[in-house]
T-cell receptor, first 111, second 113 residues
Framework: QQPVQSPQAVILREGEDAVINCSSSKALYSVHWYRQKHGEAPVFLMILLKGGEQKGHEKISASFNEKKQQSSLYLTASQLSYSGTYFCGTERTGGGNKLTFGTGTQLKVEL | DARVTQTPRHKVTEMGQEVTMRCQPILGHNTVFWYRQTMMQGLELLAYFRNRAPLDDSGMPKDRFSAEMPDATLATLKIQPSEPRDSAVYFC???????????FGPGTRLTVL
């Protein structure tokens, strides 16, 4: 079953913050975050493992709440280059590296 | 700069024709995934391999799709016969042993008329 992402779309002004949520109904082993720009391939951002710590990547960080099977991606002081569609990919416990991707969140950063 | 490569990048074909897409994973990666992306369904896993052995192809229509890894440097996805509903972008991704990170290729945009 596909994880649910919210919001579906968001428009920011440069410098603003955003949070993207990913929720699954299944017990998860890990959550992966990817960003895809129009016409390009998804690019790996970070992975959060069960029992692991919150991750950070420059001004992009993420958390994983194992009990709620939820993950959130935090984008701070957004830049124009952050525009794209963000996907979470969830791996179930015992899933063997098999990811199920969420519906995606379209993010647009404007001047 | 190691990258996953895919050929062709674009393919336009007529319904009923055979389509073969190729993927060269990053050297040393032992896990290869095939995904299909459409506006309606998003990113769907079709099949994946580890050490060239198919682990899961439950996402693939068995009657017309087939995936193989003839050797460690080549993965193929074949559709025969193709149908208009197969129009999509097909991505290949590969990963290192014992890690979860997947690196995506540029994709093959398939249009079936």
């Amino acid at each position: 079953q596909q994880p649910v992402q919210s919001p579906q779309a968001v428009i920011l002004r440069e410098g603003e913050d955003a949070v993207i949520n990913c929720s699954s109904s299944k017990a998860l082993y890990s959550v992966h975050w990817y960003r895809q720009k129009h016409g390009e391939a998804p690019v790996f951002l970070m992975i959060l493992l069960k029992g692991g710590e919150q991750k950070g990547h420059e001004k992009i960080s993420a958390s994983f709440n194992e009990k709620k099977q939820q993950s959130s991606l935090y984008l701070t002081a957004s830049q124009l280059s952050y525009s794209g569609t963000y996907f979470c990919g969830t791996e179930r416990t015992g899933g063997g590296n098999k990811l199920t991707f969420g519906t995606g969140t379209q993010l647009k950063v404007e001047l | 700069d190691a990258r996953v490569t895919q050929t062709p990048r674009h393919k336009v074909t007529e319904m009923g024709q055979e389509v073969t897409m190729r993927c060269q994973p990053i050297l040393g990666h032992n896990t290869v995934f095939w995904y299909r992306q459409t506006m309606m369904q998003g990113l769907e896993l079709l099949a994946y391999f580890r050490n060239r052995a198919p682990l899961d192809d439950s996402g693939m229509p068995k009657d017309r799709f087939s995936a193989e890894m003839p050797d460690a440097t080549l993965a193929t996805l074949k559709i025969q016969p193709s149908e208009p509903r197969d129009s999509a972008v097909y991505f290949c991704a590969s990963g290192w042993p014992n890690t979860d990170t997947q690196y995506f290729g540029p994709g093959t945009r398939l249009t079936v008329l």
